[in-house]
Every structure is written in C-alpha cells, then in structure tokens.
C-alpha cells in the first residue's frame, strides 16, 4: 500500500501542474486498473472537462473536474504524474489522460488497487468508504476522540482507515517505536499520557515523511532497519523483533516498546 507522505507528494506533485488543463483524450492501456469504470465510459465522461485541484483523503488521491471526479488508491508501486508534452514514459503505464496541455499518466508495476471515477460527492464518499479524520492534520483532541472506547490491538486500531485516515504498515510501526509502545498493545491499556506520546511521534513521522514524500530510511528510523537480515533498535541497539501482528509483518523493539 502506498503511505500517505507517497500520495501526499503526488498531490503536491499535480496541484502545481493539473488545475485548469482540458481532458483532450483518455488512453487506457490497461482496462485491469479500472474498478468501477469500462475504459470507453471513462473516455466519454471525462472528455472536454477541466481539472480542478487535486486533493488527498488519507491514502486516496481525489483528482475532481469540473464533471466527474477521478479517484486514485494506488499499490505500493503506483505513481500517478503530470508529464510535459514530449516526456519520455515511463514502463507499466497504465492509463494516459491527454490534456490540452501535457498529459496525466498513471504508471504502476503492479496493480493491487487503481482508479474509480464518481459523478458527484455522495459516490466520491461511497467509493472512499468511511474514513476518519485525516493523520496529517488531527489534533489531539480529536486523535483523543478517534482512539476513546476503542478495543483490539493498537496496531490494528492505527491502521483502520475509519479511525483514522492514512497510516499504512510502515508508519504504524515507526510511530509506536518513537512512542515506546508495542504494536500489539491492548487499546484498553493506553492512558492519557500514551495517547498524547502516540499524537506527538505520529505529527513529527509524518511531518518528516511528508517532507521526504515517502516514509524515509533515515539512520535514526525504524523504517531504515526494516530490510536488514538481523536488523538491531536505532535506540538502543537490542535486536528487534519481527513477527506479525494483526496478519500484518510488524517490527519492535522488546526493550525499549513496552506491552
Ligand atoms: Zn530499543
């Protein structure tokens, strides 16, 4: 899945270069990528309309015109962008949308997810499902009010995009190693103080991650440590525990995150 620095930045990415180009053309390369949508009816919904500027909802990048509104959840490797007239493309593209000026490509190696298309806000919100607020931007208040009464384990609880939207695997696991909390906690034993550590090292993960456009490999990140074969704390160098939690594959450190 991609994390929310990764769709962050290719909203960034767009919001620069979309806004106020005309749809000439839609090339579906692809028809495997389109979920609620035959490639000849996205064709013929989309032409002629302009785009507006792109916005994110968690994990989703919502790609609105002034008709129809194009909504993108990429697999780990999806990358949608803006291409000047004339760039070279990029392997695996999937669908090309030909604009009056440039094109929108999506290229992806693989295609866990992909691209719906809604006609108005009511059918953005179906396709999008429930989804609580958004991780970059909560307070702790409402972070607060998102976590309150919540069973299971705090993984699993981080993770659910109705909670709270836009962590992915890598994030969770990075921001309870910088709370000092395993992944498998009981959400009954979280006190004030844990959810307060947990606001503050999601904000500061995710003001870095943003900043990287994806979820960075820094020496002091858990992230960096993820693909070694014995890979030890950035802390306080105990050999890390991985195993899965909540059928998803979870780093920890059994010294410094506590149960
Ligand atoms: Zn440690």
């Known amino acids: 899945m991609p994390e929310l620095p990764d769709v962050e930045g290719f909203r960034r990415e767009l919001a620069g270069t979309l806004p106020g180009r005309r749809i000439r053309r839609v090339t579906v390369h692809d028809a495997g990528i389109l979920r609620n949508v035959t490639a000849q009816a996205l064709g013929y919904r989309l032409d002629g309309h302009r785009f507006d500027a792109p916005r994110r909802c968690g994990k989703w990048l919502i790609l609105p015109t002034d008709g129809p509104t194009l909504l993108v959840h990429s697999g780990m490797t999806g990358h949608p962008y803006y291409a000047s007239d004339g760039t070279e493309h990029l392997a ?5 949308v030909s604009l009056d ?7 992806d190696l693989r295609k866990l997810r992909g691209v719906w298309l809604a006609s108005c806000a009511d059918e953005v919100a179906d396709v999008l499902g429930p989804q609580g607020p958004d991780a970059l931007n909560i307070d702790l208040r409402t972070f607060r009010g998102a976590l309150s009464d919540r069973r299971g384990r705090l993984k699993s609880t981080l993770m659910d995009q109705s909670v709270i939207a836009g962590l992915g695997n890598l994030l969770t696991d990075e921001i309870c190693w910088r709370a000092r909390m395993r992944p498998s906690r009981a959400m009954e034993n979280l006190d004030a103080d844990d959810v307060r550590r947990l606001h503050s ?30 890979p030890s704390c950035p802390r306080c160098g105990t050999r890390l525990t991985r195993d899965r939690v909540v059928g998803r594959a979870s780093l920890w450190c059994p010294r410094c995150q506590r149960e």
């Open 92 to 96: 695996y593209e999937r669908l090309v």
């Open 101 to 107: 000026r440039g094109e929108l490509r999506y290229a």
């Open 201 to 230: 090292a999601m904000i500061r993960v995710l003001r870095t991650a943003v900043r990287h456009g994806r979820v960075p490999s820094l020496p002091r990140w858990l992230t960096a440590a993820r693909d070694e074969p014995d």
